[in-house]
């Protein structure tokens, strides 16, 4: 896992501009199944409060979550 894409996927879905996983995998510059990985990881092993909104297309936090990865 690379962490700066990590790190804007997030700043991605706190400013409510992720979109859909073929956006994001647009924006990033990887793969559709990568887009999956990651959020996959994200949710897992960060746990982060991420759900799909399917009646607008995008990926959203079910509440507010911060990730902090500065020492």
Request: charged share 30%; proline share 1%; hydrophobic share 30%.
């Amino acid at each position: 896992m690379d962490i700066r894409v990590i790190i804007k996927i997030h700043e991605l879905i706190s400013a409510k501009r992720a979109g859909n996983s073929e956006d994001l995998s647009d924006r990033l510059g990887v793969s559709v199944r990568t887009v999956y990985n990651y959020i996959t990881y994200m949710k897992m092993e960060l746990n982060a409060p991420i759900t799909y909104d399917s009646q607008n297309r995008k990926y959203r936090y079910e509440r507010e979550c911060e990730l902090n990865f500065k020492g």
